[in-house]
């Protein structure tokens, strides 16, 4: 073969892989992945409402789960000592079973048609609260995760969210700029050293004067949405929102 036809299949082969399965999942008919009730959507419609769980109170600027006997508060200790770059969190469910399976599903599956499910509840979930914002920035990926896996899942579960509200999706003027570990990997002392400079944004009039929905899929100590949160800030982000899948019950 000549030299210049030899692309590497590891290059092209997760991109396939994902096309492939994409197609696969959408031509045949399929169950509701959590009780197996036929529907034609990856989850039912009373899966859906039992994966939100019940009323739970949380700190508005982050998200984190508070006691119920200071639920009058509405901010969290850390939150209160130490303001995040952004503004407002939103979470539809702890980051526990069922629905911890089904996000991993999601990602590490490629069980795409989830990712409609998902955007669905963060849809109920923000309600009308969201509506008048301005751009959906899912949190972006960086070049070689993107590579390895053929997709971003925040970027899909993002999808519905521009869809129903008419709303731009930020793809390339903010960028992940190094292959950050895996947050869940590391120590939660080194979590926030990890994720230092990993955003860039290379066009800030999309976010200039702008209130920015953070789409993601989980979060966890909250580090990854405050660096990209105040790199969004820095250049000249008005408001910034996460709207979050899951969140793990404790920092
Ligand atoms: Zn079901
Ligand atoms: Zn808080």
New binding site residues.
Partial sequence: MPKHFSIKPQRWRPWVNTLARAVSQRLLPSDCLMCGMSHSAALCDACMSDLVGSDTS???????KMMSSVHTDT??????SEP?AFDQ?IVVADYAPPIDSLVQDLKFRAQLPLASAFGGLLIRAAGSSLQAADVLLPVPLSHERLEQRGFNQALEIARPLARAWNMPLILDSCVRTRNTRAQAELPLTQRRVNMRGAFAVRDRRVIENQHVVIVDDVMTTGHTLQELGACLKRHGAARISNLVLTRTPTR
């Fill in positions: 949380r700190c508005i600027r982050c998200g984190l901010l969290c200790g850390a939150c209160r995040p969190t």
